[in-house]
T-cell receptor, first 118, second 112 residues
Framework: GAVVSQHPSRVICKSGTSVKIECRSLDFQATTMFWYRQFPKQSLMLMATSNEGSKATYEQGVEKDKFLINHASLTLSTLTVTSAHPEDSSFYIC??????????????FGEGSWLTVV | GEDVEQSLFLSVREGDSSVINCTYTDSSSTYLYWYKQEPGAGLQLLTYIFSNMDMKQDQRLTVLLNKKDKHLSLRIADTQTGDSAIYFCAETGKAAGNKLTFGGGTRVLVKP
């Protein structure tokens, strides 16, 4: 079946540095991918919609200059957390769906990436 | 924006049935989902239901949808210790495409 891969699965970075997380659809193309964030013991909140070939659409309250999203191809979206701080430590997870599908079982999530900023 | 609400915690004895409830506000919801998340892990899609259905059964899982009341439930029959996890209800509306709104999650603890 369709697979979405995220990398890295876990990353520790120093405060003030930037870290990039990749979301890749392995066997399908996706014009749109979604990035979610989950704080410990909380729910998943949509951060932004990544649009292939155009700017991402950010949800209210999400700083676009801090969370840079690039969707340069139909199979890859990247989320870069710039100038990371400890409060950015979280679980980041992406989802993608094959082109043209809006049906119940075609939303595929990556494995998620645990970011710890020290 | 749209809202999805769940109870926080459910404790159940092994072998009993678990029922997790969810309410939502989006009247244009097209699909509703149940995901399972184990500690330190990602999301596992358990099941989903289309908004024109009122019930879906898949092995030990039964989903009931009351569209009038905007109420969704997940029943797990013969609950096992491996079912201990956080369960998220989520929905996507007609205009939202594949963008999901999640509930806060229900932590299910199965006691032997």
């Amino acid at each position: 079946g369709a697979v979405v891969s995220q990398h890295p699965s876990r990353v520790i970075c120093k405060s003030g540095t930037s870290v990039k997380i990749e979301c890749r659809s392995l066997d399908f193309q996706a014009t749109t991918m979604f990035w979610y964030r989950q704080f410990p013991k909380q729910s998943l909140m949509l951060m932004a919609t990544s649009n292939e070939g155009s700017k991402a659409t950010y949800e209210q309250g999400v700083e676009k200059d801090k969370f840079l999203i690039n969707h340069a191809s139909l199979t890859l979206s990247t989320l870069t957390v710039t100038s990371a701080h400890p409060e950015d430590s979280s679980f980041y997870i992406c989802s993608a769906s094959p082109l043209g599908t809006v049906t119940g079982n075609t939303i595929y999530f990556g494995e998620g990436s645990w970011l710890t900023v020290v | 924006g749209e809202d999805v609400e769940q109870s926080l915690f459910l404790s159940v004895r092994e072998g009993d049935s678990s029922v997790i409830n969810c309410t939502y506000t989006d009247s244009s919801s097209t699909y509703l989902y149940w995901y399972k998340q184990e500690p330190g892990a990602g999301l596992q899609l358990l099941t989903y239901i289309f908004s024109n259905m009122d019930m879906k059964q898949d092995q030990r899982l039964t989903v009931l949808l009351n569209k009038k009341d905007k109420h969704l439930s997940l029943r797990i029959a013969d609950t096992q210790t491996g079912d201990s996890a956080i369960y998220f209800c989520a929905e996507t509306g007609k205009a939202a495409g594949n963008k999901l709104t999640f509930g806060g999650g229900t932590r299910v603890l199965v006691k032997p």
